[in-house]
Nanobody, 124 residues
Framework: QVSLVESGGELVQAGGSLRLSCRVS????????MGWFRQAPGKEREFVAA????????LHGDSVKGRFTISKDTPRNTVYLQMNSLRPEDTAVYYC?????????????????WGQGTQVTVSS
């Protein structure tokens, strides 16, 4: 069993930056990958970024490439999402998730464990 707790969401002005954190607890295997997703009101959950727990390979969604960066600190069991040049359309609840096996993926159903989310609001 894996549990995830996100933090760092808040209200920020457009053009600003935030760093979200996801603390992971439980048994973590080498085949695990970590992802960030977001969901705005009335919209489907959208892939943001992903990385392997034991590899440096990353994947970022088209809407955030060049602005957001996923990283991790495995000794601290924490995954981060650095968000720069924030826009009002980045406003959403941001979720951390864990999946395993296969390729690094943006597909929501490949993720087995989810956090409760943290709200990010970007004002114009």
């Amino acid at each position: 069993q894996v549990s995830l707790v996100e933090s760092g969401g808040e209200l920020v002005q457009a053009g600003g930056s935030l760093r979200l954190s996801c603390r992971v607890s439980g048994r973590i295997f080498r085949t695990y990958f970590m992802g960030w997703f977001r969901q705005a009101p009335g919209k489907e959950r959208e892939f943001v970024a992903a990385t392997w727990w034991t590899d440096s390979l990353t994947l970022h969604g088209d809407s955030v490439k060049g602005r957001f960066t996923i990283s991790k600190d495995t000794p601290r069991n924490t995954v981060y999402l650095q968000m720069n040049s924030l826009r009002p359309e980045d406003t959403a609840v941001y979720y951390c998730a864990v999946g395993s096996g296969g390729r690094l993926t943006a597909v929501t159903r490949r993720y087995d464990y989810w956090g409760q989310g943290t709200q990010v609001t970007v004002s114009s």
